[in-house]
């Protein structure tokens, strides 16, 4: 069983920025693959950013390349998604995600661990 915690959310104008983390105990945190995914009213779970056990490969979704980064410290146990350049729509619930297996899936129901998710609500 991994536990995870996710915090950082909240509502920022704009063009601001956030940095959302994820905290993981239980099992050892660097045998899963990360996820970020999220959530708006109304949308099915899309996948935002992804990053492999060894921190040197990560994934994102065209919508948030160039403006968002995803990093793990395997010491803290925590993965973390900087977010810049936020727009309106990116407004929606965030959740971080841990998959045992190392491989890559942009579907949530390959996911086997999941935070309770952080809000965040970009302004126009």
């Known amino acids: 069983q991994v536990q995870l915690v996710a915090s950082g959310g909240g509502l920022v104008p704009a063009g601001g920025s956030l940095r959302l983390s994820c905290v993981g105990s239980?099992?050892?945190?660097?045998?899963?693959?990360m996820a970020w995914f999220r959530q708006a009213p109304g949308e099915e779970r899309e996948f935002v950013a992804g990053?492999?056990?060894?921190?040197?490969?990560?994934y994102y979704t065209d919508s948030v390349k160039g403006r968002f980064t995803i990093s793990r410290d395997t010491a803290k146990n925590t993965v973390y998604l900087q977010m810049n350049s936020l727009k309106p729509e990116d407004t929606a619930v965030y959740y971080c995600?841990?998959?045992?297996?190392?491989?890559?899936?942009?579907?949530?129901?390959?996911?086997?661990?999941w935070g309770q998710g952080t809000q965040v609500t970009v302004s126009s």
């Open positions: 990053i492999a056990r060894s921190g040197t490969s990560t």
């Open positions: 995600a841990a998959r045992s297996d190392s491989t890559l899936e942009y579907y949530f129901s390959a996911y086997d661990y």
């Open positions: 239980g099992r050892t945190f660097s045998n899963y693959f």
